[in-house]
């Protein structure tokens, strides 16, 4: 049977969360790397991770639609708690920049960049790699995160142009391949143009996908993800899935 990660899920979303977990298991899923988004979610992942040990890795972050709802003492709390959980944790994030006009309206581009250097300082001093939403933003996001001296860094569902995502792997970061891959036409050129040994597997679930059938993603999309990175480079579904997965467990340090 194929062994895949999901390295970047939002776990604390998930409804049905117990037989989500054992779906992605019956479909060969042997880790997730859990995400946080704020602080709740953060403590929600905590706790998923300590009851699914071995199997859910926990990252911890802020997200930037988040930022809209908080102030500095939310920020503050948010990052204290981070640090207090950095030695538990595989990385940090989800954490970013997100340049949609609607998020600009209520997290101006400053202060995202600014709590953004702040999330970098953390995974800098610790040495974790983070997990980053670029959307509409990836040359910003690409240099603060290249200013802030990250050694490891993974650029989660990136759909951006080709020169960024040449520095991206220039500077040994590595992009992620959600679901999307089966149509999304700028994130199939991503992938396409990403080498195997900087490409990582994910679901973003529960992120809802698809042109005409649309659905609530989980840990067991993974395998769409998996097939449409093996067809878009046309190699076989297990070489993609060893090359993944191991590419996750150096990238997060996973002990299995
Ligand atoms: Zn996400």
Request: charged content about 25%; hydrophobic content about 40%; proline content about 4%.
């Amino acid at each position: 049977m194929l062994k895949v990660i999901d390295t970047h899920a939002h776990l604390d979303e998930l409804e049905n969360l117990e037989p989500a977990l054992n779906k992605a298991k019956e479909a060969g899923v042997v880790a997730i790397v859990a995400v946080g988004s704020n602080h709740q979610s953060n403590q929600k992942v905590i706790g998923i991770s300590n009851s699914h040990p071995d199997f859910v890795y926990p990252a911890l972050g802020l997200h930037p639609w988040e930022l809209g709802n908080l102030d500095s003492n939310g920020i503050n709390l948010t990052l204290k708690f981070i640090e207090e959980e950095i030695s538990q944790i595989a990385a940090i994030g989800e954490i970013g920049l997100d340049y949609d006009k609607r998020v600009i309206k209520v997290a101006p581009k400053e202060p995202q960049k600014e709590t953004l250097r702040c999330l970098l300082a953390l995974a800098r001093q610790y040495a974790k790699p983070v997990s980053i939403h670029s959307r509409y933003s990836w040359i910003d996001t690409f240099e603060l995160v290249k200013e802030a001296n990250i050694e490891k860094a993974v650029f989660h569902w990136f759909t951006g142009f080709s020169s960024v995502l040449k520095d991206i792997l220039n500077a040994g970061y590595l992009i992620s391949a959600t679901p999307a891959a089966e149509y999304h036409e700028e994130h199939r050129r991503a992938i396409k143009e990403t080498p195997m040994d900087k490409l990582l597997l994910e679901t973003d679930c529960p992120v809802t996908y698809g042109r005409e059938n649309r659905y609530r993603s989980q840990p067991a999309d993974i395998i769409r993800s998996l097939k449409a990175v093996a067809a878009l480079k046309g190699i076989d579904e297990s070489t993609i899935a060893r090359q993944t997965r191991d590419n996750a467990i150096e990238f997060f340090r996973l002990n299995m």
